[in-house]
Each structure stands twice: as structure tokens, then as C-alpha cells.
């Protein structure tokens, strides 16, 4: 089973960036689905962005625009680009593996706090 560790999170003001990693501790190469969630308190968690094996991508409607998942299967990881942060996306920020067949995997999370 892949573990996965995010990293990259911290505090921002509005309209800022930052990029968030998820490194695997194995290959990602033929995981079918890497995803991004995000839970804020008080929410549920939603899906922010996922990828495929093949390189497809989905973004949530909420970050649409301004945010950008990618993967480097070459380091086993997988980014998640927030540009022109808002107040609303501070939450905290997970990375999900999910292989075709197995046990899904989920990091401890990264905080993610846009304020100024």
C-alpha cells in the first residue's frame, strides 16, 4: 500500500499562491486516481482536483480557474497549484491515493490559511 505525505501549506493573503505536494512512498505510476480533498472546519470534506493514470484531470467547481493539479510520476508525486487564493479555500488540504484495486490512501493533511 502506498503512503502518501503532503507538504507545502502555510498562511497567505488573498490573491496569493501557493503549490502543495503529495509525495508517495512508492511508485504512482499505475495508481488509476490521485486526488486533492480539502476540509474546512465545521465542513464536510470535498474533492478539490483529481488525476489519472492516463493524465486526466477533474477540478472542482469552487477552484475552477485557479487551481491546477499535475503529477511528476519521475519524483512519485503529485502538485496541486493554487493561484489567486480567497479566504474560503483555508482549510485543510489532503492527497489521496486510490489504486485500481486495494486499500485507498490518505496523508495526514497540510493547512492551507489565506488571511491577511
Known amino acids: 500500500q502506498v503512503q502518501v505525505v503532503e507538504s507545502g501549506g502555510g498562511l497567505v493573503q488573498p490573491g496569493g499562491s501557493l503549490r502543495l505536494s503529495c509525495a508517495a512512498s512508492?511508485?504512482?505510476?499505475?495508481?488509476?486516481?490521485m486526488a486533492w480533498y480539502r476540509q474546512a472546519p465545521g465542513k464536510q470534506r470535498e474533492l478539490v482536483a483529481l488525476?489519472?493514470?492516463?493524465?486526466?484531470?477533474k477540478t472542482g467547481d469552487s477552484v475552477k480557474g485557479r487551481f491546477t493539479i499535475s503529477r511528476d510520476n519521475a519524483k512519485n508525486t503529485v502538485y496541486l497549484q493554487m493561484n489567486s487564493l480567497k479566504p474560503e479555500d483555508t482549510a485543510v488540504y489532503y492527497c489521496?491515493?486510490?489504486?485500481?484495486?486495494?486499500?485507498?490512501?490518505w496523508g495526514q493533511g497540510t493547512q492551507v490559511t489565506v488571511s491577511s
Open positions: 488525476i489519472t493514470r492516463n493524465g486526466s484531470t
Open positions: 489521496k491515493a486510490m489504486p485500481g484495486s486495494g486499500t485507498s490512501s
Open positions: 512508492g511508485s504512482i505510476r499505475d495508481i488509476d486516481v
